[in-house]
């Protein structure tokens, strides 16, 4: 059995964006900053959007970005099969999976395309929140405003994480 490894995989409905062994998985939670490592407790949590980090056997870091998510993580003979070499069915390891709706590596973001995408969520913003101001009295015109507002808001906070996060490692 691989020692002091744990079977790590990012998942996203268009595919299995990171699958591999790793001694250490880094990711915030809606309680904090949670590190998994091997022989970790067993848990289901949320993730919130920004920067996963895995800390691979090499010593390298991979960096992906996500938009939110679940997370699960299972200690039990053959957890990490598949993920961990050497991993058999009846040795004890470690599975952490993501589920995540969204989620890019962070090396592969293209800045200038975020930033345009953050500056017409800006603009999209303002109009509607001035068409809102208009709105008044007619239900079904304010909740679709609200609707349509609240994917502005989404696509806004999308190109800040993006930009937050494509920064190179320690300078941000």
Request: charged share 25%; net charge negative.
């Amino acid at each position: 059995m691989a020692e002091h490894a744990l079977g790590v995989e990012i998942v996203t409905p268009e595919s299995a964006l990171y699958a591999g062994a790793a001694t250490a998985l880094v990711a915030a939670t809606s309680e904090g900053d949670l590190t998994i490592m091997v022989d970790h407790a067993e848990m289901i949590g949320d993730i919130v959007p920004g920067l996963i980090k895995i800390e691979e056997l090499d010593g390298t870091t991979t960096s992906i970005v996500v938009h939110g998510g679940f997370l699960q993580v299972r200690t039990a003979d053959g957890a990490a099969v598949g993920l961990v070499e050497g991993v058999g069915e009846s040795d004890r390891s470690t599975r952490a999976t993501i589920l995540a709706g969204i989620a890019e590596m962070s090396d592969e973001i293209d800045i200038s395309r975020a930033e345009d995408a953050k500056v017409q969520a800006e603009a999209r913003l303002a109009e509607l929140k001035a068409q809102l101001a208009g709105t008044q009295g007619d239900e079904e015109a304010l909740r679709d405003a609200h609707l349509e507002l609240a994917e502005a808001e989404a696509a806004y906070a999308r190109a800040e994480i993006r930009l937050a996060t494509s920064k190179p490692l320690g300078m941000g």
